[in-house]
């Protein structure tokens, strides 16, 4: 069965750093493009960033380019995002889930919060 636990979101001051990780269970994250989502209050879910098989990065967001770092861990199973200097635009909650749902299909892991605030 398909499983994704998103952690490691919280409150933080604007200039502040996180690093979210997911752990997947019932598939192989190597075997997939894995993406970094997010959604903030009152907007659609929007792509943030992309890990491809080969370990290939892509940044959705302009915005957080040269900010945030994708990456993962295929011993753990576990995509991680750093998230450097925050800034309160990048409040929301963030998920992720295989680039195309080839996998996942509209299977959603629960999320973690993220607020940047002062």
């Known amino acids: 069965q398909v499983q994704l636990v998103e952690s490691g979101g919280g409150l933080v001051h604007p200039g502040g750093s996180l690093r979210l990780s997911c752990v997947a269970s019932?598939?192989?994250?190597?075997?997939?493009?894995m993406s970094w989502y997010r959604q903030a209050p009152g907007k659609e879910r929007e792509f943030v960033a992309t890990?491809?098989?080969?370990?290939?990065?892509?940044y959705d967001l302009d915005s957080v380019k040269g900010r945030f770092t994708i990456s993962r861990d295929v011993a753990k199973n576990t995509v991680y995002l750093e998230m450097n200097t925050l800034k309160p635009d990048d409040t929301g909650v963030y998920y992720c889930?295989?680039?195309?749902?080839?996998?996942?299909?509209?299977?959603w892991g629960q999320g973690t919060q993220v607020t940047v605030s002062s």
């Open positions: 889930k295989d680039r195309w749902g080839r996998i996942t299909h509209d299977y």
């Open positions: 890990i491809t098989t080969a370990d290939g990065t892509k």
């Open positions: 019932g598939f192989a994250i190597r075997e997939y493009a």
